[in-house]
């Protein structure tokens, strides 16, 4: 079987398999409205479908409309994302919903070019929605498509080099039915997910089996290739629960860092672990200013978040102060204002174990 001969088979049995026997099941799937499959796309970057589903219903009922989210408050958006992680996609979201309220006068952009153009929308956002609401002959390469087309042509190229994704893209818009690309868009992906998965595949229910290059040479477990992950990076953070007259000490994240834009206690981080006897004596402390009349009231169990490179490790210590506190950045807030503010994952867990 010659280069073309392999491209068109695989083009005709996947879209056969789609139409026939692709039951897999999502609640935007068939949508044809752009910004319900903007939302979608952009809260399923880094998000499993059956993490993303919850927060996907509950964004289109309380922002119906670009114009609702656009007009929406800051941190009304991020109470709403709390939880997904990576909240760069809620920032850019914001900013695209109202780039197109303001300059697009809240009609979504129908061509590829221009919908690449959005904060926070990448080749595969683009191509998903330009293909799924507009027909556009755009082909989608995420970690499925991937898997799929790696293992099918027996490609040994690693996927997140910049060539590998240039090449790995090349491929799937060659492969692309031009007359139904939302569907083929739609095949590949639910292939990956419920057929080629990255573990124990159900080899034996793929309908591109008899040409499949991993499967006929026993290289399923090798394919795709990756290349060498970063170092993963140890951070500890110490959080003051500070308590005066019925309020408690709060700030929201700025610069680079990770959770910019979200609110914390007041922090301090370490190196390395501290002990409890330094905990309770708050003597990891550089400068206790204004932290004189306070006293530890209580430490919490260690709390730990994994982020894609780095691990967090924390501890809150609960402090009762009989004067107010003025620490730079920090300002007080009664615990029932907590609920309507969004939070990193880390806190929101030490909410619930005080319940």
């Given amino acids: 079987m010659n280069q073309k001969e392999k491209d068109i088979f695989f083009t005709d049995r996947l879209m056969y398999w789609h139409r026939v026997d692709n ?39 309380a922002f119906p409309t670009v114009e609702k989210l656009a007009k929406a408050a800051d941190d009304k958006v991020f109470k709403l994302w709390e939880g997904l ?21 809240n009609v979504f952009p129908a061509s590829y070019e221009c919908i690449l153009a959005l904060p926070g929308v990448g080749p595969y956002t683009a191509a998903a929605i330009s293909s799924f609401a507009f027909n556009l002959p755009h082909a989608v390469v995420d970690g499925n498509v991937f898997r799929v087309l790696s293992r099918f042509f027996g490609i040994t190229e690693p996927i997140d080099t910049a060539s ?17 690309p939302g569907s083929f868009n739609q095949a590949i992906m639910d292939l990956g997910a419920v057929i080629c998965k990255p ?36 951070r500890y953070f110490y959080y003051l629960v500070i308590r005066y007259n019925d309020k408690v000490y709060v700030r929201k994240r ?59 490790t924390a501890r809150f210590i609960e402090l009762r102060s009989n004067s107010p506190v003025s620490i730079p950045g920090y300002r007080a807030v009664k615990p029932s204002a907590l609920l309507k503010l969004p939070f990193p994952k880390l806190i929101t867990h030490y909410f619930k174990s005080i319940g």
């Fill in 23 to 61: 039951k897999r099941d999502m609640p935007w799937k068939g949508e044809h409205d752009p910004y319900r499959i903007w939302i979608s796309e952009i809260i399923l970057q880094q998000t499993r479908v059956e993490q993303g589903t919850g927060y996907y219903h509950r964004f289109i009922k």
């Fill in 85 to 105: 992680g990576y909240y760069t996609r809620c920032r850019n979201l914001i900013r695209a919903a109202r780039l197109i309220h303001t300059e697009m006068e």
């Fill in 164 to 180: 590998g994704k240039k090449n790995f893209s090349d491929l799937a818009n060659r492969l692309i039915d031009k007359k139904r």
């Fill in 199 to 234: 573990r124990l595949p159900s080899c034996d229910q793929c309908p591109l089996k008899i040409h499949c290059t991993a499967y006929l040479k026993d290289r399923i477990a090798a394919l795709p290739v990756k290349g060498k992950k970063p170092e993963r990076i140890e």
């Fill in 254 to 312: 700025k610069g680079q860092d990770v959770w910019k834009d979200l609110y914390e206690f007041v922090l301090f981080e370490e190196n390395r672990p501290v002990s409890m006897s330094r905990l309770k004596k708050l003597t990891f402390i550089p400068d206790k200013t204004g932290l004189a009349t306070c006293r530890v009231t209580g430490i919490s169990e260690t709390h730990i978040q994994q982020l894609t490179h780095q691990t967090i």
